[in-house]
């Protein structure tokens, strides 16, 4: 799902699974209580607060959200933007669905979808590059990848959090994803694909442009390099540093699509993001991640035709937190009251301290080379 406004968000997605004699999606998510039996243990914080961005754990914050106040007299970010197109991309031609249709669920098994209406397709996409103000040219910077781009957001809160030295002077790209959503798209290949290619598609084409257009350097250390995304593109964020953590070792997603929702079908991830707190964490030798997560309390519940039971956003990312603490992984675990699927009010009030959590043993002056 875009992390457009949530209203939005919600109406595109309903008209997406709209499909004769099949929708039965509740239209409003309902609303989940944190502390449901076999949810994680949370710390209940004062309303308005944040979470401590020094703090493992789980954390309930809301029902208000307070943005923090802005400042103008903080050094302001460039912002350089460039497009890339399809036909530029090795790894990446270009699919779309087409309008109006979704799939049918396989009557052997509804963990797949039968989709049979995607095809071959053109798209371009816009990559918005943060340079902070503080960066000192011809050094090599950290940098932070995030989907969905261009996030405006972000921008103006690493202009505060570097300013107050509260993380590095950091590099920010924001990329934008090949168009449509979901099973049969282009953003859906990229970012629900349990695989190490668009991490690659990153490191392949994306980063050599980012340094050429930008006039930056970017670091090789995985400890100095993150990932981020809402929904989809944040379970996407995970899949970039899972796949590869000699790439990347530090990731913050919003109401991540920890779902089935891959296509096409896998056997060996056979339920998509699912497969996260199903069986690959708990199954695999813990990864060298820091990882900072929220989720909304009416956040997605199974939108969608399929009835696997594997469609719940709330529930994904509470098992996320519960595999990752038994795993013993450095995380912190938001779940917000009053809170829709990716929410801007939420994001709004927590980014600076998620962004703080994810670099807090990082050091805030640049290092050498």
Not at 39 to 54: F, M
Not at 313 to 320: I, K, Q, Y
Not at 325 to 334: D, M, P, S, T
């Amino acid at each position: 799902m875009n992390p457009t406004p949530h209203s939005l968000s919600l109406c595109l997605l309903l008209g997406l699974i709209a499909v004769p004699n099949l929708l039965s999606a509740q239209s409003t998510p309902p609303t989940r209580d944190p502390n449901t039996p076999g949810y994680v243990t949370a710390k209940e914080l004062p309303d308005g607060s944040n979470a401590p961005p020094n703090a493992d754990g789980n954390f309930i914050l809301g029902p208000t959200h307070n943005a923090p106040e802005a400042s103008d007299s903080i050094p302001q970010g460039t912002v350089i933007e460039f497009t890339m197109n399809s036909s530029d991309s090795k790894i990446y031609p270009g699919i779309a669905r087409d309008p109006s249709t979704f799939g049918t669920p396989d009557p052997k098994d509804p963990a797949k979808l039968i989709l049979t209406t995607s095809h071959p397709a053109p798209y371009t996409r816009k990559v918005a590059v943060y340079v902070p103000k503080q960066y000192v040219p011809g050094s090599v910077a950290p940098f932070i990848v995030g989907t969905d781009g261009p996030d405006r957001l972000l921008f103006s809160v690493l202009d505060t959090v570097i300013a107050q030295h509260k993380v590095p002077v950091m590099i920010a790209i924001s990329i934008g994803n090949g168009s449509g959503d979901a099973q049969g798209s282009e953003r859906g290949l990229e970012y629900d694909t349990m695989s190490g290619v668009y991490a690659e598609f990153v490191e392949k084409e994306v980063l050599p442009l980012v340094e050429a257009e930008a006039h930056v350097k970017l670091t090789k250390d995985p400890n100095a390099r993150a990932t981020m995304g809402g929904s989809s593109g944040g379970s996407c964020a995970l899949i970039m540093a899972w796949y590869h953590p000699e790439l990347y070792h530090r990731v913050l997603t919003y109401s991540g699509t920890y779902v089935n929702q891959q296509w096409p079908s896998n056997p060996q991830t056979q339920h998509g993001a699912w497969e996260f707190h199903e069986h690959l964490i708990p199954e695999s030798p813990a990864k060298p991640l820091r990882i900072w997560m929220e989720v909304g309390d009416r956040d997605l519940f199974n939108p969608n035709v399929m009835r696997d039971d594997m469609h719940d956003w709330v529930l994904a990312n509470e098992l996320m937190a519960k595999v990752l603490a038994a795993k013993g992984y450095r995380y912190q675990f938001v779940f917000a009251r009053n809170a829709a699927h990716v929410d801007r009010a939420v994001r709004q009030q927590t980014l600076p301290e998620a962004l703080q959590y994810l670099w807090q043993d990082y050091p805030s002056t640049p290092v050498k080379h």
